[in-house]
């Protein structure tokens, strides 16, 4: 089925569940296929944590954790 709701949570902590994970939802890139979205506010130098989601009619699924660091 299409999602219905996909985006991404992100996290300074590797775990990705709790009150310290921040998440984006991509509203007007629903359906299948890949999508990309830009987050701001991140702090200098620090390593992050992420991974894409994507919830239709059958619940919710994730991808990998994958992780980078920002710039100084």
């Given at each position: 089925?299409?999602?219905?709701?996909?985006?991404?949570?992100?996290?300074?902590?590797?775990?990705?569940?709790?009150?310290?994970?921040?998440?984006?939802?991509?509203?007007?890139?629903?359906?299948?296929?890949?999508?990309?979205?830009?987050?701001?506010?991140?702090?200098?130098?620090?390593?992050?944590?992420?991974r894409?989601?994507?919830?239709?009619?059958?619940?919710?699924?994730?991808?990998?954790?994958?992780?980078?660091?920002?710039?100084?």
């Amino acid at each position: 089925a299409n999602a219905t709701q996909r985006g991404f949570a992100y996290s300074e902590s590797a775990n990705l569940t709790g009150g310290s994970v921040s998440t984006t939802t991509l509203g007007s890139q629903i359906g299948i296929g890949s999508f990309t979205d830009n987050v701001s506010g991140l702090k200098h130098n620090k390593n992050y944590y992420y991974r894409a989601y994507a919830t239709n009619s059958a619940g919710t699924s994730y991808g990998a954790i994958v992780n980078f660091k920002t710039k100084k």
